[in-house]
């Protein structure tokens, strides 16, 4: 499920705000690669209203087109409430495309050593961006690069554990 | 009209004189083959990490880049010098002068003072004890402990003993740091610490860092990595 319908709610009930502030306030926080399209912002408002999670608090007009102010209903705030207290669930990437690689590289007789390691090459490249990239950041932004950072870090040792035991999954995969 | 670009083929890469270079190492202990054809090249201010499982011969291949261990066979360039058969007073001058070492437990002198352990290696070359606690006091402070300086390092914490061991690799402004695994005793945030002013501290200096680890996180704060595996590493051109 995606995070911006419950984010949106957790802002708005700091203080009911236009979709334009709304906007700028989730750039400001959670934004990790782009902003928000306003085509985003204004569709997960719609779908919020429609929910009756939100409501319009007010309605301004004046020299350009209206602008509408959203406020939180209290079913908004119960949603985010059971949002946060809602674990995710673990991803556990029991068949991963890597896996399968490795697997067909044995089976058609390619070098599945290389695989392993044009994949290590990759994300360390992944992980030095993310490493100068926390390193300019602010603390918001280090614990997101972080979060990818152990993430990377996992696949790293299994692509390590899975070098070390090639030739013994070779000799399974050949058996079966 | 097109410009003429400079050409960035692979093949016709810019000859450049690596700083540090190694070839076709081979070095065993007794029956245990520790490397069997180890080879890197290393340009001047650049941060390369060594990775690779424990035991695949990493920690052999800095020694014998640092000239601390002489490989059986092949051949170590540092400035000129091949360090596999340079002998045993041309290298501890290196190690004195131009190498600066970092290592897993920091091993700094228990009875010295933070800053008489950061100064010792400006002592050993000969400069006076003011001059030499000066400039330690001063990187001491780059690296965030400053505040240290008079404890013993039994006084401080791991963090920090480990920042104070860097100061004293990075004193005598060496144009090689070798760090084996230099943050394998602390946790993430004391670890990241340690990686960040050190590297950041190197890149100031222009110094080249060699950095041993099977970290890849700590591997992330270098320029590119090298793998050990079993004692061989990709093959690399210029050894004869």
């Given at each position: 499920?995606?995070?911006?319908?419950?984010?949106?709610?957790?802002?708005?009930?700091?203080?009911?705000?236009?979709?334009?502030?709304?906007?700028?306030?989730?750039?400001?926080?959670?934004?990790?690669?782009?902003?928000?399209?306003?085509?985003?912002?204004?569709?997960?408002?719609?779908?919020?209203?429609?929910?009756?999670?939100?409501?319009?608090?007010?309605?301004?007009?004046?020299?350009?087109?209206?602008?509408?102010?959203?406020?939180?209903?209290?079913?908004?705030?119960?949603?985010?409430?059971?949002?946060?207290?809602?674990?995710?669930?673990?991803?556990?990437?029991?068949?991963?495309?890597?896996?399968?690689?490795?697997?067909?590289?044995?089976?058609?007789?390619?070098?599945?050593?290389?695989?392993?390691?044009?994949?290590?090459a990759e994300h360390l490249q992944q992980m030095r961006a993310l490493t100068r990239r926390k390193a300019d950041g602010d603390l918001g932004d280090q614990l997101i690069c972080d979060h990818a950072l152990f993430h990377?870090?996992?696949?790293?040792?299994?692509?390590?554990?899975?070098?070390?035991?090639?030739?013994?999954?070779?000799?399974?995969?050949?058996?079966? | 009209?097109?410009?003429?670009?400079?050409?960035?083929?692979?093949?016709?890469?810019?000859?450049?004189?690596?700083?540090?270079?190694?070839?076709?190492?081979?070095?065993?202990?007794?029956?245990?083959?520790?490397?069997?054809?180890?080879?890197?090249?290393?340009?001047?201010?650049?941060?390369?990490?060594?990775?690779?499982?424990?035991?695949?011969?990493?920690?052999?291949?800095?020694?014998?880049?640092?000239?601390?261990?002489?490989?059986?066979?092949?051949?170590?360039?540092?400035?000129?010098?091949?360090?596999?058969?340079?002998?045993?007073?041309?290298?501890?001058?290196?190690?004195?002068?131009?190498?600066?070492?970092?290592?897993?437990?920091?091993?700094?002198?228990?009875?010295?003072?933070?800053?008489?352990?950061?100064?010792?290696?400006?002592?050993?070359?000969?400069?006076?004890?003011?001059?030499?606690?000066?400039?330690?006091?001063?990187?001491?402070?780059?690296?965030?402990?400053?505040?240290?300086?008079?404890?013993?390092?039994?006084?401080?914490?791991?963090?920090?003993?480990?920042?104070?061991?860097?100061?004293?690799?990075?004193?005598?402004?060496?144009?090689?740091?070798?760090?084996?695994?230099?943050?394998?005793?602390?946790?993430?945030?004391?670890?990241?610490?340690?990686?960040?002013?050190?590297?950041?501290?190197?890149?100031?200096?222009?110094?080249?860092?060699?950095?041993?680890?099977?970290?890849?996180?700590?591997?992330?704060?270098?320029?590119?990595?090298?793998?050990?595996?079993?004692?061989?590493?990709?093959?690399?051109?210029?050894?004869?």
């Amino acid at each position: 499920m995606s995070s911006l319908g419950p984010a949106f709610l957790g802002l708005l009930e700091t203080r009911p705000q236009h979709g334009y502030d709304l906007k700028r306030a989730y750039d400001e926080h959670f934004a990790t690669k782009s902003p928000l399209a306003y085509g985003q912002v204004y569709a997960t408002l719609s779908r919020l209203l429609k929910n009756g999670l939100v409501e319009v608090a007010a309605t301004e007009t004046g020299s350009g087109p209206e602008r509408k102010r959203y406020a939180v209903t209290d079913a908004g705030v119960t949603d985010v409430e059971q949002w946060l207290g809602r674990p995710e669930s673990p991803e556990p990437y029991l068949q991963s495309t890597l896996y399968t690689k490795v697997v067909l590289a044995l089976l058609t007789g390619r070098p599945a050593e290389e695989i392993l390691d044009v994949q290590r090459a990759e994300h360390l490249q992944q992980m030095r961006a993310l490493t100068r990239r926390k390193a300019d950041g602010d603390l918001g932004d280090q614990l997101i690069c972080d979060h990818a950072l152990f993430h990377l870090e996992a696949d790293l040792r299994w692509l390590d554990l899975t070098a070390a035991r090639l030739d013994e999954l070779s000799g399974e995969v050949r058996d079966r | 009209m097109t410009r003429p670009t400079p050409s960035t083929d692979p093949a016709t890469p810019e000859q450049r004189t690596p700083l540090l270079a190694a070839y076709g190492l081979r070095k065993s202990f007794g029956l245990t083959q520790a490397l069997s054809t180890a080879s890197l090249s290393m340009e001047e201010g650049e941060i390369v990490a060594l990775m690779g499982p424990s035991g695949s011969g990493k920690s052999t291949f800095l020694h014998c880049l640092a000239g601390v261990v002489r490989p059986d066979a092949g051949r170590v360039d540092y400035a000129g010098t091949d360090l596999a058969r340079a002998p045993d007073a041309r290298l501890s001058a290196l190690r004195r002068t131009e190498f600066g070492f970092l290592f897993q437990f920091g091993q700094l002198v228990p009875e010295l003072s933070c800053l008489e352990n950061v100064a010792l290696p400006l002592r050993l070359n000969g400069r006076r004890r003011r001059t030499a606690e000066r400039e330690a006091a001063r990187l001491m402070e780059r690296l965030d402990v400053g505040d240290v300086a008079r404890k013993r390092p039994g006084e401080c914490s791991g963090g920090q003993g480990q920042r104070v061991a860097a100061a004293r690799a990075l004193v005598t402004r060496p144009r090689v740091i070798f760090a084996d695994e230099p943050t394998g005793s602390l946790d993430s945030l004391n670890g990241e610490k340690v990686l960040r002013l050190l590297t950041d501290t190197a890149r100031e200096s222009g110094a080249s860092v060699l950095l041993v680890t099977h970290e890849p996180r700590v591997a992330a704060y270098s320029d590119r990595e090298v793998v050990v595996r079993d004692g061989r590493t990709p093959e690399i051109g210029g050894g004869r």
